[in-house]
């Protein structure tokens, strides 16, 4: 169930480890109040680092564009897929090996980084391939992965999110174009380097403690993010508490019908709430949870709230289906779930 925390996020949790498409920006356009929100809670001590499964920009880019919405930010506070990616494949194949990689400038910098050397085509007979995302990716070169795959290359990616949240929508993201190499060799990844693995918020605990500072406790630290399938499931593997905004990808439906391994320990609307109180929702009869002020209860197969445009209702809708889903009294299938309009909510 959800839980309840009497203090701000933002003073409660020494370390916030904070998703970037669809909770800071949209492309190269901010959500609302993000910028402002991440400020005061550094302010209010808190230490961000930004964790992107985006394998395509380099650190130094990101950190100027989150400084061009008013942000203090340095490279090292970075941590995309492509310097997780670099150093798991580094480990797996012997030092100055060919790498045949599929992803933009960044990538190709963090895997020479490790002492590998960067090939282009399968004819060079690389020892693995790594396939990340960027605008730009061709048919040819998700054609040169697959030759590689197919003849015995090590499979790797960057991250396997289906979509990625862009200016005009969501588009497809790095793991629909991994299907298509998939398809063609039926050659499943070795490994993904991004989100739901945790390997890219332990990297970002390491990197936090420079400078000779103490590595934070996970259980000081949040992993906040907007989708439930990698975020969240990230942080459930890794054992950190998760909070999900509702500015990206995640919906109310999504999260009222949500399975164990992707059920965050906080609901947001968004950054604003970091400098809030979590409250905690609580069971107050046998089909019945509150939370603050609102109440969900289930009468007759339907799933009623006290305000669709509430936060609240909706974590007390949350926990309510939740434990109809994990008693097994009814199919989730089968209740008739309350219609609330994210654009109230946030």
Known sequence: MLKGIGEAVQTTYRLALLDLDGV???????????????TAAEQAGMTVEYTTNNSS??????????????LTVEPWQVITSSVVAARMVAREVP??????VIGAEHLRQEVAGRG??????????PAAVIQGWYPELSWNELAQASYAVE????????????????????????????????????????????????AMYDEARLLA???????????????????????????NRGGYDSLVVLTGVADPLQLMTAPVRLRPSFIARDLRDLAS??????????????????????????????????????????CLVWDIMDKGTQSVDSLELPGFDRAELI
Not at 57 to 70: K, N
Not at 165 to 175: K, M, Q, V
Not at 283 to 304: F, M, P
């Open 209 to 235: 403690a420079h400078d000779g500072e103490n590595l934070v406790p996970k259980e000081q630290c949040i992993a906040i993010g907007d989708r439930l399938d990698t975020d969240i499931e990230a942080g």
């Open 151 to 198: 003849h015995g290359a090590k499979y790797f990616v960057t991250n396997r999110d289906l979509s990625i949240p862009r200016e005009l929508g969501i588009a497809p993201g790095c793991g629909a174009f991994i299907c298509a190499v998939v398809e063609a060799t039926g050659v499943e990844p070795i490994a993904s380097a991004g989100k739901p693995e945790s």
């Open 277 to 318: 109180p979590m409250p905690q929702p609580l069971r107050t009869g046998q089909d019945e949870w509150v939370c603050g002020q609102d109440c969900a209860i289930l009468e007759s197969g339907q799933v009623k709230v006290t305000d669709v445009s509430s936060v609240d209702s909706l974590r007390a809708a949350c």
């Open 95 to 100: 030092n100055g090996a060919k790498i045949l």
């Open 116 to 125: 590998l050397t960067v090939v282009d085509d399968a004819k060079d007979e």
């Open 57 to 70: 920009r380099l650190q130094a880019t990101v950190a100027q564009q989150l400084q061009g919405f008013g």
């Open 24 to 38: 800071v920006y949209r492309g190269k356009e901010p959500v609302a109040y993000s910028a402002e929100s991440i």
